[in-house]
């Protein structure tokens, strides 16, 4: 009840595109009675989640904030929903973002922005706008998000929380609403590491229904999370010298890697090289997974369909998803089904693949030497509203420092690190090995 109350009291942020009030009284009544009953009530018992509108909930409407599901109540549970109500989790609502997850700004959303509750002339960030702000003003404990390009981590880092991206494959994506599915990746929003470690212990594992969901043991990820030892981290130059990156911001790391080894660790620069080639790779790549992914909503068989009548077929589809899709999912399944046409597929396509797979050994061949790589979230700070809204390469290039780990598969975390003299906060990003989340999540408890 104090949740309801308090999203009640903050509906202008927009944060919650449907709250399920009676359905989360209805679990904690059951809850409770569990209790009663003596039962083991659940790892979660009581906590109180919101889920980003792109993950399934069994009953209830899923939109992926696009006018195209209008209407459409998920049929089956989300594996990592079901792992959730297992383990005596409440969900509350479901969270406000960009259209399918496209986007930086959650400007993007056809039920309208979200605020930035630190400052509401900016934007939370995006895609996970909704579930990043609902964990900022405390309208829930933790949320689930999607992160394919950065969309945890940089809200996270505009919103001031801890956002967690997991190693691709960790957590089933069945039942989450699929944007590039070799990227894609559920991921946790909270305000401190115990709190996302605890959930992704829980929403972790193996799954018969996603085949990329790893076989690989789920380890205990809330033990030692206080030990501290001494590590060695590789700061990425090209990263801190980058002419994108706010000087405040750049002065701000480079005391903090000054303070790291101040306390014993050992930090040092290395270059990554690729930089440069890495959003026009993820882009490339990413729509034209989306122009696949998104063939299925044409119309017929999820909610909204044109209301003319006396349309051939092909014209059915071609106004329902013209009527259905927003500006920039159109302009992503333009790009994604060019980039797979006949003539270009390899001059793009296979380049991108390419470009991938260099990216991929790097980033190894780095986390070979290091137990870590540390590097900024977000080149800046949280946007104004409308600021990057008609230059979409100025929002495509912000994703610089995030996109690395989806392309790469390695999991990443973004805490809040300190405030820019603009009154906002930013965050450092922390990137290790495949499946060493442990230790991931102990060095952000250290640095927290
Ligand atoms: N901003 C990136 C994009 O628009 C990331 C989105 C995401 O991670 N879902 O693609």
Redesign the pocket.
Known sequence: RMYLDRIEQARHLNAYLEVFSEDALAQARSLDEKIQRGERPGLLAGVVVGIKDVICYKGHKVSAASKILEGFTSLYNATAVEKLLAEGAIIIGRLNC?EF????TNENSAYGKVLNALDVTRVPG???GGSAVAVQAGLCQVSLG???????R?PADFCGIVGLKPTYGRISRHGLIA?ASS??QIGIFGSNIADTALVLQVISGPDAYDSTASQSEVPDYQADLRHNKSRKFAYLKDALHHEGLDTEMRGGFESFFEQLKAEGHTVEGVNFDYLDYVVAA??VL?TAEASSNLSRFDGVKYGYRTPQKGLDLTDFYKKSRSEGFGKEVKRRILLGTFVLSAGYYDAYFTKAQQVRRLVVEKMQHILSEYDAILLPTVPSTAFKIGEKMDDPIA??LA?IY??LA?LTGVPAISVPLLRHSNGMPYGLQIITKEFDERNLLQIAHNML
């Open positions: 960009d997850a496209m986007g930086s995006g895609s996970s999607s992160d394919t390009g950065g969309s945890v940089q944007y990227f894609d993820y882009y990413t929002m495509y994703d995030t996109v989806n």
